[in-house]
């Protein structure tokens, strides 16, 4: 099913800094994210001008549904960092960093970012979620169980996109638009 009105929100930027090259595995998985900030343009301003962090994420959501794609869809984007699924290895005090030696989903998995500062996100931002995940789920043939929360692939790391929204919650609410959709 296509939304002309939703594709027609979504401004192709490609313009991340940090990334890695074209994926070479299946892309089985999606991570959502938040950034902690009240735009994603900001987020995507400050990563491109920072060496603090080498980040990037494939497409952010505005507050207002606009989908900015920062990476093209078929290269690697750094958004979850060490990360594993399933059976992620939960940070500690004595290995906070790197509790999966340093592997990532990265090499398999979209990334996508709420703008939020711990917020719930709008409804203008959930719909432009649903739909951007239906849109990949359907391309890729990526199961529901498999749209991920960073807290859920890096457990004690990383707590997004947490305290906006739960992701088991946002997995509901996706079925539901599935099914309607
Ligand atoms: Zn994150």
Not at 82 to 92: E, F, K, L
Not at 114 to 135: I, K
Not at 143 to 158: N, Q
């Amino acid at each position: 099913m296509s939304h002309p009105s939703l594709q027609d929100r979504v401004t192709r930027l490609d313009n991340a800094r940090w990334h890695g090259g074209p994926f070479t595995k299946p892309r089985t998985m999606i991570v959502m994210h938040i950034n902690d900030g009240d735009t994603f343009a900001s987020s995507i301003e400050y990563l491109n001008t920072t060496t603090d962090k080498k980040a990037s994420y494939h497409y952010g959501i505005e507050k207002d549904g606009r989908i900015l794609r920062m990476t093209d869809s078929g290269i690697i984007a750094w958004h979850a960092g060490d990360s594993a699924w399933p059976n992620p290895v939960r940070a500690t005090a004595g290995n906070p960093d790197r509790p999966n030696g340093g592997a990532s989903v990265n090499d398999h998995a979209f990334g996508f970012c709420w703008a939020s500062r711990g917020e719930a996100p709008t409804d203008a931002q959930l719909e432009s979620a649903f739909w951007l995940c239906d849109f990949f789920m359907g391309l890729h043939g990526i199961a529901l169980d498999m749209v991920r929360g960073h807290d859920e692939v890096a457990p004690g790391r990383k707590q997004d996109p947490l305290p906006a929204i739960d992701m088991n919650e946002f997995r509901a609410l996706l079925a539901t638009y599935r099914t309607l959709a």
